[in-house]
């Protein structure tokens, strides 16, 4: 089955102990992306990659790192989680970073930071 | 600054009940306009794309319109059915970003 996977599905953690969310999809997409959505404010991009070992800022990247080793994976580095980061993340994927192509989401990832 | 503003943030409707939800936006240049429902606990999943030259497009019970002199886009949702509640949410494409509305709601009741 054509998907996108995340894992964990929920997490729960204490401020500044370093935490990964993983992300993988099996469609072959080159253009890859993470969100957060929080009440009252939608989604908004934190980082996105065009192709493997292609990366770029969203609109809010501070505090998040990621790398694109492979073309099916892009995990989610927060390497000193704050409360803000308290938010439900989705990661998705496109064939191609293309003006009319669909994005794919995973399932999301609730994470909360005590 | 680019921006997608969707109305009402939230509504209740009885099964088998028609409901318009609405998207304003002042994303320039435009691309494209997509409609996404959100079920409780997953990601979003894509009903419609619009471009700029078309002005209604239907998928089922779903018909989403779009005035691109306004920048207005409407979603209307037929006879609603309880699998409808979920949240809806659009976004909008320039050249190269996506915006994304703040999403609207929907509750259907039996």
């Known amino acids: 089955e054509a998907q996108v996977t995340q894992n964990p599905r929920y997490l729960i953690t204490v401020t500044g102990k370093k935490l990964t969310v993983t992300c993988s999809q099996n469609?072959?997409?080159?253009?890859m992306s993470w969100y957060r959505q929080d009440p009252g404010l939608g989604l908004r991009q934190i980082y996105y990659?065009?192709?493997?070992?292609?990366?770029d800022k969203g609109d809010v990247p501070e505090g998040y790192k990621v790398s694109r080793k492979e073309k099916r994976n892009f995990p989610l580095i927060l390497e000193s989680p704050s409360p803000n980061q308290t938010s439900l993340y989705f990661c998705?994927?496109?064939?191609?970073?293309?003006?009319?192509?669909?994005?794919?989401f995973g399932p999301g990832t609730r994470l909360t930071v005590l | 600054k680019n921006q997608v503003e969707q109305s009402p943030q939230s509504l209740i409707i009885l099964e088998g009940k028609n409901c318009t939800l609405q998207c304003n936006y002042t994303v320039s240049p435009f691309s494209n306009l997509r409609w996404y429902k959100q079920d409780t606990g997953r990601g979003p999943v894509s009903l419609t794309i619009m471009t700029f030259s078309e002005n209604t497009k239907s998928n089922g019970r779903y018909t989403a319109t779009l005035d691109a002199d306004t920048k207005q886009s409407s979603l209307h949702i037929t006879a609603s059915q309880l699998s409808d509640s979920a949240s809806y949410i659009c976004?909008?494409?320039?050249?190269?970003?996506?915006?994304f509305g703040a999403g609207t709601t929907v509750t259907v009741r039996a």
């Open positions: 990659s065009m192709n493997v070992e292609v990366t």
């Open positions: 998705a994927s496109s064939p191609r970073a293309g003006l009319r192509n669909e994005q794919f």
């Open positions: 469609m072959n997409h080159e253009y």
């Open positions: 976004v909008v494409r320039n050249d190269y970003k996506l915006s």
